[in-house]
């Protein structure tokens, strides 16, 4: 799964991350491996589900068989954009890509702990793993409880962190939010998060 591979972010020190393709790392494991990506992160286009897989030619077979039963052919207005998108300077992925999902985040992370939450930060993607168990309105909510309480009551959407942890008590006091939309998005859903500020 390729989709975060222009989403890694230099550590707390400034230390560069780069993205591990399996095959190129593990030659031995390439003829194993199927590459799959697509545009729904790296072109904000999470609706589409345009994407595509690289496997091995034994694969071929088994791998039509599985897509012929999964997909639908995308419409003809969408592939014409995938490949306007594809065709940006290398300059867009490998640099401003990056940097445009960092502010985001950023920003969206200093509102989440103004609001009382411990944000994780990621060393990828457009995700924030935050803990509410200090967050005075939703202390003692299961993830799904408080995430359904921020959607009515203040207006943000998330996702309840325990999905993301199987049969885990990991995820108990954890939610995701994402930083994929727009700047003026985010900006509404920081003015709201300013209800849950224990400042105030």
Same mark, same amino acid.
């Given at each position: +799964? *390729?989709? #975060? *591979? =222009?989403?890694?972010?230099?550590?707390?020190?400034?230390?560069?991350?780069? @993205?591990?393709?399996?095959?190129? *790392?593990?030659?031995?494991?390439? +003829?194993?491996?199927?590459?799959?990506?697509?545009?729904? &992160?790296?072109?904000?286009?999470?609706?589409?589900?345009?994407? =595509?897989?690289?496997?091995?030619?034994? /694969?071929?077979?088994?791998?039509?068989?599985?897509?012929? !039963?999964?997909?639908?052919?995308?419409? @003809?207005?969408? !592939?014409?954009?995938?490949?306007?998108?594809?065709?940006?300077?290398?300059? #867009?992925?490998?640099? !401003?890509?990056?940097?445009?999902?960092?502010?985001?985040? %950023?920003?969206?992370?200093?509102?989440? &702990?103004?609001?009382?939450?411990?944000?994780?930060?990621?060393?990828?993607?457009?995700?924030?793993?935050? +803990?509410?168990?200090?967050?005075? !309105?939703?202390?003692?909510?299961?993830?799904?409880?408080?995430?359904?309480? /921020?959607?009515?009551?203040?207006?943000?959407?998330?996702?309840?962190?325990?999905?993301? #942890?199987?049969?885990?008590?990991?995820?108990?006091?954890?939610? %995701?939010?994402?930083?994929?939309?727009?700047?003026?998005?985010?900006?509404?859903?920081? *003015? %709201?998060?300013?209800?849950?500020?224990? /400042?105030?």
């Amino acid at each position: +799964d *390729e989709i #975060y *591979e =222009w989403m890694c972010y230099p550590d707390e020190y400034g230390n560069s991350r780069r @993205h591990t393709l399996i095959p190129k *790392e593990f030659p031995e494991a390439k +003829d194993l491996t199927l590459v799959c990506n697509s545009l729904g &992160k790296s072109a904000s286009a999470t609706g589409w589900r345009l994407g =595509w897989c690289l496997h091995p030619p034994h /694969l071929t077979d088994s791998y039509r068989g599985i897509h012929d !039963q999964l997909v639908a052919m995308s419409p @003809h207005p969408m !592939q014409y954009a995938s490949i306007t998108y594809l065709n940006l300077p290398d300059e #867009y992925f490998k640099e !401003q890509l990056a940097i445009r999902y960092k502010e985001r985040l %950023r920003i969206l992370a200093l509102a989440l &702990k103004e609001a009382g939450f411990k944000v994780v930060s990621p060393e990828g993607s457009y995700y924030l793993f935050v +803990d509410y168990h200090e967050v005075e !309105q939703l202390n003692g909510l299961s993830p799904m409880d408080a995430a359904m309480k /921020l959607m009515r009551d203040i207006g943000v959407a998330c996702v309840p962190g325990d999905n993301f #942890y199987g049969k885990s008590l990991d995820g108990q006091h954890m939610l %995701r939010f994402a930083a994929c939309r727009s700047m003026s998005d985010i900006s509404i859903a920081l *003015e %709201r998060l300013k209800k849950l500020n224990p /400042l105030k």
